[in-house]
């Protein structure tokens, strides 16, 4: 009775991620695998085209977080122009960059992850969505919440000319500065910004941490997988979302290394499969060895959760008390339950805030000096930030004029495809057996793999926040035995 | 029944194809707006935010739902089927954005083909490590016979009308919210414009530029600039400062984002009704305010362009008088 269960998240004719389960003879789960069937080519189409403006091309690699590959590639730019931004235009990058942070991460936890936990992961489907969320905590919060996703996302605009795709990066600086008309009015942005963070860590608190079923959920063996961690960090080892070194830490926390954007090549690989058109990629000094956790496996995992086990602590005071509290209470660093990912991102979303504010509060921010012009010959550089979802690697070489010769991209997401596929095998194994594969498995699915956020799985970034799901049961032969459908 | 009949509201439909998911976030964006139009409308297909599958779509009537607006480029075969279905049900066809309407970004691809995308994504690129020289298939058996499949990736990408017929054009990467609100308006009250239209003000860019005050007399490049070259004057327009800007050659109606951040226009809305090639206008209006007569002198300045082709047709290659590149031309 072997059997095969597909989880399309769409439709089968959609085409950015399905999930494949595949049950042995006693009906137990023999593998899961997470197709992606999407590619669109850009590190080829990237050949010949002026440098300078790939900030403005790759971008449309996501329009959900286009900002990320826009601060990327304008930081590849800098390193291929060897040249460094004026103070101000790092400020003014980086308040970019905070909003941006800030309001992604409000957008996932209120709209996607949340509703498991707020609502409850044994609520009705029906309920599983922001809706359930405002029906629960209250409409007020929901004005809340776009208010702060608006606001944020108006500091972008202003900035970035655009927020779908913004244009202002430019080697050396940024083409736009900050007045002081704005400077004020941002910061009642961001003051609102750390205050509705606080707010958010409360209602996680409320709902989640005094809620003993939730947290044995959390820290159960269903949702664990033991891999090793990256991020960026600052100087003093505290996360960074737009610059810094990458630093690595193993299964058992300890730093296995650290390096600066242009070393990446030493560390990192990407292994090929024949079945999707995502990459795996693994640390290079360890290996690939299949889809294995530990520490002879080289899968690492990127995002929220990991940047906090990569890194020593938060950069800002009020987010590094939160980040006390989470390893207290989930037992010592590093922390492998992946549905702390959620508690991780809340914390990360204070820090942006808390960022923002520090930025805005300094007068000097609208300096008008905005531009270092490059005086060297282009060359080649490599520019990585932290996004939402995790680092995010641009590797540009031109020739003696500017004009690309290669790209390499490595998009956040793609580092946690092989810990998001063995997070979905995992859960499936606890979840099915003997063949009984019941509703609640849609649900206990989707909740592996929505801590990572992944970009690709299409429902991950909408409203109503629910990823629509279909489970078919398919005999040997291949005849529909059964159908779900939530 | 009447009742029931007098309260029915047009039902809409939203899909994307090959695309970056700007255009879903345009539509988010509308924020309290969306709320007016998820009053109005019944939306029975989103796959990015509601639980309606194919099949729920293909048992509709065929012209049973009043709009479909289709976001994104035509590159997998799952893409061009989906659109397919999607004319039969639907009485009128938009295509939302720069990808559906010129190929986008994701048009660029033309300079290439499946061959080399894959050569570069799989084989060649410097993190890749690959010594099977693995690549992904339409179909991969496993060890154990268990079957996975894929959808097939084209040589070529489409615009949505290469592949379907569409009656109107919603432009920009990703268009601003005015031009979104105003097209679902003008659709719910039927005041519709003549099949065709692209749903922006017919003029160029330049009539609208608040920079157009600050062009001289007569308008003379006599050298061209790359914007990282030079610190860009804020108010001056881009061409009298020697930056390329597709300006002249591009559709109104964007509100010039870019231009107010800073930076040149890179032609996302398109040409004009009048025009037909947006690269071969853009070349035209360039000859006539590059200062020389001497060919020579000509042949130099335009040279310093350093990449024309993936400049004039950033967001329109695979619409234009061009289509793609000939790959025989480069073996």
Known sequence: ?486 | MEARMSTEKPKVAFYWCSSCGGCEESIIDLAEDILKVVEAVDIVFWPVALDFKKKDVEAMKDGSIAVGFINGAIRLSEQQEMVELLRKKCQLIVAHGSCSHLGGIPGLGNFWNKETIFNRAYHTTPSTDNPDGVVPQEVTVLEDGKELTLPRFYDTVYTLDQVIDVDYYLPGCAPPRDLIMNAILAILEGKLPPKGSVLSPNKSLCDDCDRNDSKPEKMVMTEIKRPWEILIDPEKCFLAQGIICMGPATRTGCGERCIIGNMPCRGCFGPTDQVYDQGAKFLSSLASILDTDDEKEIEKLVDTIVDPAGTFYRFSLPSSILRRRRMEAIK
């Open chain 1, 1 to 486: 009775m072997s059997e095969r269960i597909t989880i399309d998240p769409i439709t089968r004719l959609e085409g950015h991620g399905k999930i494949e389960i595949f049950l042995d003879d006693k009906g137990d789960v023999d593998r899961a695998i997470l197709q992606i069937p999407e590619l669109r080519g850009f590190e080829q189409f990237a050949v010949g085209r002026p440098v300078e403006e790939m900030p403005r091309i790759t971008p449309r690699i996501c329009g959900v977080c286009p900002t990320t590959h826009h601060m990327c590639s304008t930081k590849a730019n800098d390193a291929v122009f060897n040249v460094k931004p004026t103070p101000t235009a790092e400020k003014i990058r980086r308040l970019i960059y905070n909003a941006f942070q800030f309001e992604d991460h409000t957008l996932h936890f209120f709209f996607l992850g949340g509703p498991d936990f707020v609502v409850g992961p044994t609520a009705l489907a029906a309920d599983r969505n922001i809706l359930g969320v405002l029906g629960k905590v209250g409409l007020e919060v929901g004005g809340k919440v776009i208010r702060a996703r608006r606001e944020a996302r108006d500091i972008i605009s202003y900035l970035g000319g655009k927020v779908i795709h913004p244009i202002c990066g430019i080697a050396g600086g940024v083409s736009k500065g900050l007045d002081e008309e704005h400077r004020v009015q941002f910061l009642e942005t961001a003051n609102f910004a750390v205050e509705f963070a606080q707010f958010a860590l409360q209602i996680f608190d409320d709902v989640v941490l005094k809620n003993k079923e939730y947290v044995d959920i959390v820290v159960g063996n269903a949702y664990k997988i033991v891999t090793y961690y990256m991020g960026l960090v600052d100087k003093n080892n505290k996360i960074d979302f737009y610059d810094g070194d990458v630093r690595v830490v193993d299964p058992e926390g300890k730093e296995f290394c650290k390096f600066s954007p242009s070393e990446y090549l030493d560390h990192i690989s990407e292994h090929v499969e024949p079945w999707s058109y995502i990459k795996f990629p693994f640390l290079k000094k360890v290996g690939w060895k299949g889809f294995t956790e530990g520490k002879e496996s080289g899968i690492y995992r990127v995002a929220p959760l990991a940047r906090l086990n990569a890194a020593d602590g938060m950069a800002t005071p009020l987010a590094q008390e939160h980040y006390e509290r989470m390893y207290e209470t989930l037992g010592g660093k590093p922390v492998h339950n992946t549905l702390a990912y959620h508690w991780a991102r809340l914390i990360e979303t204070l820090q942006a805030a808390e960022d923002m504010k520090a930025l805005l509060e300094d007068k000097t921010i609208t300096d008008p000096d905005i531009r270092n012009i490059p005086t060297d010959t282009p060359n080649e550089g490599v520019g990585i930030v932290e996004a939402p979802r995790g680092t995010l690697i641009h590797h540009y070489k031109t020739d003696s004029r500017g004009i690309m010769e290669e790209a390499n991209l490595i998009v956040a997401t793609v580092h946690n495809a092989a810990a998001i596929n063995m997070s979905i095998e995992k859960a499936a194994k606890t979840f099915i057996k003997g063949g009984n594969v019941s509703e609640g498995l849609l649900n206990m699915a989707e909740m592996a793999f929505r801590p990572y956020d992944p970009c690709h799985a299409c429902g991950t970034h909408c409203l109503p926040g629910d990823m629509p799901l279909e489970l078919k049961i398919y005999d040997y032969n291949g005849e529909l035995v059964e159908k779900l459908k939530k």
